[in-house]
């Protein structure tokens, strides 16, 4: 079993910035950040593997940067120049892939999640 919790969401306006945290129990080999606006169905976001690959959706290439510090089991993505459309409920999951990958089907612990609210 692997438990995570994720923090730093909340409300910003568009062009602002915002920084998520993820803790987890134990580590996996991928994990990732999805998101889910109302309405919608969850999408990937970003993953990083433990073959030090990563991947992003292409909606937030060169906006959004995931990282990790393995020594504290916590997982980050750094989200800069946020639109509106970025709003959404923000996850934090752990998966069995070493690659990173934003197959939803590849990973079986999810946390919680964390509001993300953009406005214009």
């Known amino acids: 079993q692997v438990q995570l919790v994720e923090s730093g969401g909340g409300p910003v306006q568009a062009g602002g910035s915002l920084r998520l945290s993820c803790t987890y129990t134990?580590?996996?080999?991928?994990m990732g950040w999805f998101r889910q606006a109302p309405g919608k169905g969850r999408e990937g976001v970003a993953a990083?593997?433990?073959?030090?690959?990563?991947m992003y959706d292409d909606s937030v290439k060169g906006r959004f940067t995931i990282s990790s510090n393995y020594a504290k089991n916590m997982l980050y993505l750094q989200m800069n120049n946020l639109i509106p459309e970025d709003t959404a409920m923000y996850y934090c999951a752990a998966g069995g892939s070493p690659a990173a990958t934003l197959r939803l089907s590849k990973f079986g612990y999810w946390g919680q999640g964390t509001q993300v609210t953009v406005s214009s």
């Open positions: 990083h593997g433990t073959d030090g690959s990563t």
């Open positions: 134990r580590p996996a080999f991928c």
